[in-house]
């Protein structure tokens, strides 16, 4: 097979295409450094081969969740977005990083359109006051208004919101979920679970 695993080979642009893998033994000494897990090398590289896990920019994916959370969201101000509050765990990244809570980032070398997808359930503490709520995806602290969502909630309820989009994303963008408030007064919501993934 091939052994990368000493870090040495230092490539700006590595490829390896259309080689089979096949037999017994291990087809490839990953990189230690560098690599992702389930994959064997560095974003330097491009490969499409039978046998061992296609790597590239086009393949880059990642995805966080949030399940049971109950920190609120600090609603300040009306018709003012606030990224939502809560402790996200990120899985499944490849070409990507969860660097903090609610934030995705790309380190894939070339731009490229991504598509998003982001569900979740949210609580409006606030007895017998309904307000309308909308979600949006930002890109590196600016809102990307194509990418939204809206609902009422009444007071003391619980419901559901779905975020789809696609949004280009060049290396080191990031990606995070805000929400605003039509009114400020009475309470903070909570998102109690969401989910998003970037592919």
Request: aromatic share 10%.
């Amino acid at each position: 097979g091939l052994d990368v695993s000493t870090n040495g080979l230092a490539v700006t642009n590595g490829v390896i295409n259309g080689t089979v893998f096949s037999g017994a033994g291990t087809y490839v000494n990953k990189y230690t450094t560098g690599s992702y897990p389930g994959y064997n090398f560095t974003n330097a590289w491009t490969v499409d081969c039978p046998g061992i896990p296609g790597e590239g920019d086009s393949e880059a994916i990642g995805y966080y969740y949030m399940v049971g959370n109950t920190t609120p969201t600090n609603i300040q101000n009306s018709n003012t977005p606030y990224k939502i509050a809560g402790t996200t765990t990120g899985t499944n990244l490849f070409r990507t990083t969860h660097p903090e809570n609610n934030r995705l980032t790309y380190k894939g070398r070339k731009s490229r359109s991504f598509e998003i997808i982001c569900t979740g359930s949210m609580i409006n503490p606030t007895l017998l006051t309904t307000k309308t709520f909308t979600f949006y995806i930002y890109r590196n602290g600016v809102k990307q208004p194509s990418i939204s969502a809206e609902r009422k909630f009444t007071g003391n309820d619980i419901g559901n919101f779905t975020l789809i989009g696609t949004l280009s994303l060049a290396t080191d963008d990031s990606i995070e979920v805000y929400l605003e408030s039509d009114s400020s007064a009475g309470g903070n919501p909570v998102v109690t679970r969401m989910s998003l993934i970037l592919k």
